[in-house]
């Protein structure tokens, strides 16, 4: 069975940084996995993925430059570090994996099998 288990949200200053991390249970270590939020009243949105090797990875437009995806597979966790933040970032946090094939990676929710239970990233002005 899959388990995934965010961490590392916290409340912080605009412009601080935070790093998330996604530690990963099971057998997904050929899955690609990727970060999406959720505010309140707004839909789940995706923000980042890498692909299992790590070698692809694939922003939304709002976060690049300022967010960065990695994963270590011996340490079976993915990371979301997230600098220059913004209150428009403030959202719950979620982590999922999904079986993608070799090389891909995945920005829609239905692409995604496993998720985790989100962690709170609340951005102040």
């Known amino acids: 069975q899959v388990q995934l288990v965010e961490s590392g949200g916290g409340l912080v200053q605009a412009g601080d940084s935070l790093r998330l991390s996604c530690t990963i249970s099971?057998?997904?270590?050929?899955?690609?996995m990727g970060w999406f939020r959720q505010a309140p009243g707004k839909d789940r949105e995706f923000v980042a993925a890498?692909?299992?090797?790590?070698?692809?990875?694939h922003y939304a437009d709002s976060v690049k430059g300022r967010f960065t995806i990695s994963r270590d597979n011996t340490k079976n966790t993915v990371y979301l570090q997230m600098n220059s933040l913004k209150p428009a970032d403030t959202a719950v946090y979620y982590c999922?994996?999904?079986?993608?094939?070799?090389?891909?990676?995945?920005?829609?929710?239905?692409?995604?099998?496993?998720w985790g239970q989100g962690t709170q990233v609340t951005v102040s002005s």
């Open positions: 099971g057998t997904v270590e050929t899955y690609a």
């Open positions: 999922a994996g999904g079986d993608m094939g070799v090389g891909s990676v995945g920005s829609r929710v239905f692409e995604y099998d496993y």
């Open positions: 890498i692909s299992w090797s790590g070698s692809i990875t």
